[in-house]
């Protein structure tokens, strides 16, 4: 097979969970031209892997928008095979967009079909399940030196992270700010600087953990998603709500404690170290009632 296709959109959990099968699908095809069909966000990083000869950037038109799926169809034109990583149902139309091809997903009809138990898996288990169904059985540890070794903000050592956002439209997903303040205070007197990531538009979080602990640091809106990695990289430990970064902290190796409400499900989504390991899971229906003490006995 001269031309390969994998397709991978995100959310970045989702994204970073995919490294180990982005790293397996290059050693399985080592003289074919692999090319990623990603989104906006993640088409930097996928580019500076050694995993992908080529990304595209795939601009996910509405079915009503034709000059957007014709620039699509070409796209998805012309590749002998395609791994299809997302398995979303928008993917699955790229199946006959894409005109049939050799096929690894989730669609009726495709050459290398994945079953319904593809449901009850964590996505890890899931993907790997796929890739053994094309004769990969090898999922490999992947080299993220090109992520962990990028340029980050300088920061005193040691350090924790602390990531108490998650995506505005799940707010039931965040633990409350002012525990994360009490826990930075616990973490300091350990003798670790908390240190707080996220978006722009959670400095407000980072404020209310600064009014408890003024010795944290702020870093909310001045990272990249490369200094991410490399702040992980070399983090004692991190702390967070079930979001991105702590898929990040997690694949990294730097020892994680996820927290859970009943918004997502750690059996199927829950970040995973780089060899398959899972990370400290505390669970509650509502984190609010998730206790600062249970947090604190959890601390590696």
């Not at 080529?54 to 791994?83: C, H, I, K, T």
């Not at 990531?197 to 407000?204: F, L, Y």
């Given at each position: 097979?001269?031309?390969?296709?994998?397709?991978?959109?995100g959310?970045?959990?989702?994204?970073?969970m995919?490294?180990?099968?982005?790293?397996?699908?290059?050693?399985h095809?080592p003289?074919?031209?692999?090319?990623?069909?990603t989104?906006?966000?993640?088409a930097?990083?996928?580019?500076?892997?050694?995993?992908?000869?080529?990304?595209?950037?795939d601009?996910?038109p509405?079915?009503?928008?034709?000059?957007?799926?014709?620039r699509?169809?070409?796209?998805?034109?012309?590749?002998?095979?395609?791994?299809?990583?997302?398995?979303?149902?928008?993917?699955?139309r790229?199946?006959?967009?894409?005109?049939?091809?050799?096929?690894?997903?989730?669609?009726?009809?495709?050459?290398?079909?994945?079953?319904?138990?593809?449901e009850?898996?964590?996505t890890?288990?899931?993907?790997r399940?796929?890739?053994?169904?094309?004769?990969?059985?090898?999922?490999?540890?992947?080299?993220?030196?090109?992520?962990t070794?990028?340029?980050?903000?300088?920061?005193?050592r040691?350090?924790?992270?602390?990531?108490?956002?998650?995506?505005?439209?799940?707010?039931?997903?965040?633990?409350?700010?002012?525990?994360?303040?009490?826990?930075?205070v616990?973490?300091?007197?350990?003798?670790?600087?908390?240190?707080?990531?996220?978006?722009?538009?959670?400095?407000?979080?980072?404020?209310?953990i600064?009014a408890?602990?003024?010795?944290?640091?702020?870093?909310t809106?001045?990272?990249?998603?490369?200094a991410?990695?490399?702040?992980?990289?070399?983090?004692?430990?991190?702390?967070?709500?079930?979001?991105?970064?702590?898929?990040?902290?997690?694949?990294?190796?730097?020892?994680?404690?996820?927290?859970?409400?009943?918004?997502s499900?750690?059996?199927?989504?829950?970040?995973?170290?780089?060899?398959?390991g899972?990370?400290?899971?505390?669970?509650?229906?509502?984190?609010?009632?998730?206790?600062?003490?249970e947090?604190?006995?959890?601390?590696?």
């Amino acid at each position: 097979m001269k031309r390969i296709l994998v397709i991978r959109h995100g959310a970045l959990g989702d994204f970073v969970m995919s490294f180990g099968p982005f790293a397996a699908i290059r050693a399985h095809h080592p003289r074919s031209d692999i090319t990623l069909l990603t989104t906006q966000p993640f088409a930097a990083i996928a580019r500076a892997s050694p995993w992908f000869d080529e990304v595209l950037v795939d601009e996910r038109p509405s079915w009503w928008n034709l000059p957007g799926l014709a620039r699509l169809s070409v796209q998805l034109a012309g590749f002998d095979f395609v791994y299809d990583l997302q398995t979303s149902s928008r993917s699955a139309r790229y199946f006959r967009l894409a005109g049939r091809p050799m096929w690894s997903g989730h669609v009726r009809g495709c050459s290398h079909r994945q079953g319904p138990a593809r449901e009850t898996m964590h996505t890890i288990e899931r993907q790997r399940d796929q890739l053994r169904q094309v004769g990969i059985v090898d999922v490999p540890r992947p080299d993220l030196s090109f992520l962990t070794g990028a340029a980050m903000p300088a920061v005193p050592r040691p350090y924790a992270l602390l990531v108490p956002g998650a995506a505005p439209h799940r707010p039931a997903k965040r633990w409350p700010a002012l525990r994360y303040g009490t826990i930075a205070v616990l973490l300091a007197e350990r003798g670790l600087v908390p240190v707080v990531i996220g978006t722009k538009s959670e400095a407000d979080l980072a404020a209310t953990i600064q009014a408890a602990a003024p010795s944290a640091v702020d870093l909310t809106g001045q990272t990249g998603l490369a200094a991410v990695f490399a702040l992980a990289a070399q983090a004692s430990l991190a702390i967070g709500n079930d979001t991105g970064p702590m898929h990040v902290a997690a694949a990294t190796g730097c020892p994680c404690v996820v927290l859970f409400s009943q918004d997502s499900n750690p059996d199927m989504t829950a970040p995973r170290y780089p060899g398959g390991g899972w990370p400290v899971i505390l669970r509650k229906p509502d984190l609010a009632d998730l206790s600062v003490a249970e947090v604190a006995a959890a601390l590696p």
